[in-house]
DNA sequence: TTGTATGCGTTATCAA
DNA sequence: TTGATAACGCATACAA
């Protein structure tokens, strides 16, 4: 490809002016301006980043890093920091983590080795992440996705996952809900999904309420009826759960209507992120929605600041409960109904 | 960031022999390469990717176009790119052309300008896609995916979309349907969209049936009933009916429910993609599958067989029927269930 | 307004 | 085995 040089030269110019052509027109006469950019297009020329960005020492690009792109709450954040970063001139690399300490390490240190700008991660555990030591000794800015602040810690951007599933909870209580559990992936894996445990036991406290054990599955995304099956027998059963993210309450909704049980006439089922699909289904997914665009274009946009070597305030960001038809009053006679071992369609 | 100089400085070496102690260890004496590696931890030293791609004239990154993440279509496939990708020591630069060939055009442009060492693009419409010209006069090897090839275009990977909703549409063929419709997004949109509207009626006039005119949504993921309402009325109304995509189907199944109709009784749905939460939905979701993960597999693998000058054949991917219970035989009575003006939860 | 010269951090070539 | 040096392509300080 050819470069500037080669340009400069069928312009019959020096190489700094045919520069300053591009990067700063008005210092170059008319006249000289025309031959170069004839020149540049007759030679196809594509000014080479690269070499810009070793020069400038900057990169103009910022490390992305989600656990996966699988889950729709992640997809579409990153949607919105991809227009937000190209809006601004920026470019995105992305990677997965797959919640792997080791991985999100080895990610950052590759990230870092291309000199991105600046940093937007989402780990596992913010507070004993491995990457937080080698961050803190950097001077590249960096900020949390959707991980909770810590004090001293790095900074960080999302809503107040305790406070949003108290309210989330609260929400079936005001609906006469007494017997509520909830549902969660493995090992509550994610410091956010600790924080959502908490929110829980704390809303039920507050009301007289005892807080159930966490109901485990054994994935994150999919839910197994067996596990949910022993709350859901005995007097003490359970008339609605809360899920730690959207696409566990779908498949959880999908076991119950396919083992005959109704939703939400024998169980409410809430989720948490409100991904957009939610909207669409019936019955409709009644969730706890984190802003995800704004959290997007939010971290984008506190990045930047960063980069240009402020400290933007990283307040939470606004969660919003949003009412679906998978949720509604506890239903009125205390006998369970019959839960049947589901029946799949697919041979 | 302390850079290889003062490493070699530090241990007392040349800038040449620091160098070597990274590139090529075994070319420098056993003692050297302890005080280099000495020196380069002591300093936090981290090798500058920008430099070294400016000088090896190859970024060892990809750019990735695609249209949206906000489709899982997408997301599924590019997570598959950057775990290959990422195994093949290759990083990804990712962008959204949200459909717009204006955007593709400049996204190429700024990608080839960073020197990416190829490009795994999704574009609207492959055939008089703007960005061809501009890539069949450059030598950074380019690769479609999900697009269909064309004879002269740019090399592509996916399944072969007329074949595949032929088949979707004989398989409800099959079942005992005879009114069978397509749902799509505005327009045709996208290629792909054409070329499943091209199988449906082919597959339709094998069978002597009378393929009908496409019914056109709003919007690409998101079904109105008052679209398809027509349709689903009088004599000939459909029993059956396709989508050019799951999240069209899935929306439409929603919108059916809250109308009181009944997925399959009163109308068979099926998806095209795939995706995942299909198979969690009650009923779950009857769709053609692509082969999302094989297909970013695959593409990077053959973006990188064409980065090393080979020309890797690309045969299209296996589509495969998924059977669900959104799909059964048509109803046997041929009145019409009434249907009601949607009923929303949400106040 | 234009040209000259230098450096960004690395690697490869060539000598020693 | 090691070192000196040039070059990758661009942008800027400085001089003209």
Redesign the pocket.
Known sequence: ?A???SV?KLA??????A??T???P????P???RKVEDAATQLA????K???Q????ATKMIGVMVPSLNNPVFAEQLHAMEVAAREAGYSLIVTTSGYDPSREQAIVEEMLSQRVDGLALTVAVARDSAVLTTLQRETTPCLLVYNPPHPGGLPAIGVDNRAAMAEATRHLIALGHRHIGMVAGPLLQSDRARLRYAGYRQAMREHGLAPQPLIEMPRHTQAELACLAPALAGPNRLTAVLCTNDLLAISLIGELQRATFSVPDDLSVMGFDGIDLGRRLYPSLCSMEQPRIEIGRAAIASLLAMIQGQSPPLPFLPHALREGESVGAPPTSRQAPTLRSPQRNTP
């Not at 008005?26 to 006469?29: A, G, H, I, M």
């Not at 070793?54 to 020492?57: E, G, K, M, S």
Request: hydrophobic share 45%; proline share 3%.
């Open positions: 490809m470069d500037l040089l400069a019959g110019v020096s190489r700094a002016t520069s300053r591009f990067a700063t008005e210092r170059v006469s006249a000289t301006r020329f594509r000014p080479n690269v070499a810009r070793l020069r400038a020492r």
